[in-house]
């Protein structure tokens, strides 16, 4: 490969980095002022600043972190927390999975892993509708700059709220923790505005949870009706018979 055959490889793949950015910048203006919110939530839940930062850092998905701190508040076990985690981000091996699928003949494994660890459900969508970019040359690096700007500028909010957590009166924060239930409702009107069983799914959950929380620790009743709630779908979405 000549050095002018080099550079222009070079100069391509700046070419998609900077398309990427330009296609992921709407997702970081929305992730900032949520994850300030979850930032302050944190904070004031008893939280360190190095802790919610890392929190997102490693964790990485806005509902679950909502969630986690929501339970932190609420004296919930390690082991409660994680396996609450695990459920509600179940759906991201299936978008992992679907996202590597699309890129497998442009992108290497090592790329594609990368790519899946960092992905959200709007880095998804966003690269869902630009999937014509996995077919072109240096498409990694179309991809990696849609999530890595979404990455920093959730990193980023959430310190940004943990510093804020510490001067914002606790009344307007107090306040701000609709933002847990507002984000929920968001995650599911959606679906049930498509299928209306969806919406008995989450009543059917909600009543597990009240029930459970009379006799277990809040955490656990999470839990319980998370994963109950959740096995209801296996037969209330299950296709009727012909």
């Given at each position: ?47 360190s600043?190095?802790?919610l ?9 806005g509902a ?42 442009s ?5 594609r ?6 992905l ?30 979404a ?14 957590g ?6 307007l ?33 909600m009543?597990?949870?009240?029930l ?6 809040s955490g656990?009743?999470?839990v319980?009706?998370t994963v ?7 037969f209330?979405?299950?296709?009727k018979?012909?």
């Amino acid at each position: 490969m000549t050095q002018a055959t080099k550079q222009e490889s070079k100069d391509h793949a700046f070419h998609m980095f900077q398309k990427g950015i330009q296609v992921g910048f709407p997702i970081m203006l929305g992730y900032i002022p949520i994850a300030i919110t979850y930032g302050v939530l944190a904070a004031q839940s008893g939280m360190s600043i190095i802790d919610l930062t890392l929190m997102s850092a490693l964790v990485f998905a806005g509902a679950s972190q909502f969630m986690g701190v929501n339970m932190i508040a609420a004296s919930a076990g390690a082991v409660e927390i994680i396996i609450a985690t695990f459920v509600l981000n179940f759906r991201h091996f299936v978008m992992s999975l679907s996202f590597m699928n699309e890129v497998r003949d442009s992108v290497s494994l090592k790329g594609r892993t990368g790519l899946a660890l960092t992905l959200t459900d709007e880095t998804f969508a966003v690269s869902a509708l630009n999937k014509d970019k996995a077919k072109q040359k240096n498409a990694v690096f179309f991809f990696l700059a849609i999530n890595l700007s979404a990455y920093l500028s959730w990193i980023f909010g959430s310190f940004l709220g943990g510093l804020l957590g510490e001067i914002i009166p606790e009344q307007l924060s107090q306040s701000m923790g609709v933002a847990l239930y507002a984000m929920f409702i968001g995650l599911l009107v959606p679906s049930v505005k498509k299928e209306l069983r969806i919406g008995l799914i989450a009543i059917i959950a909600m009543l597990i949870n009240v029930l459970a929380s009379q006799f277990v620790s809040s955490g656990w009743a999470i839990v319980l009706g998370t994963v109950l709630g959740g096995l209801t779908g296996v037969f209330i979405l299950k296709e009727k018979k012909q």
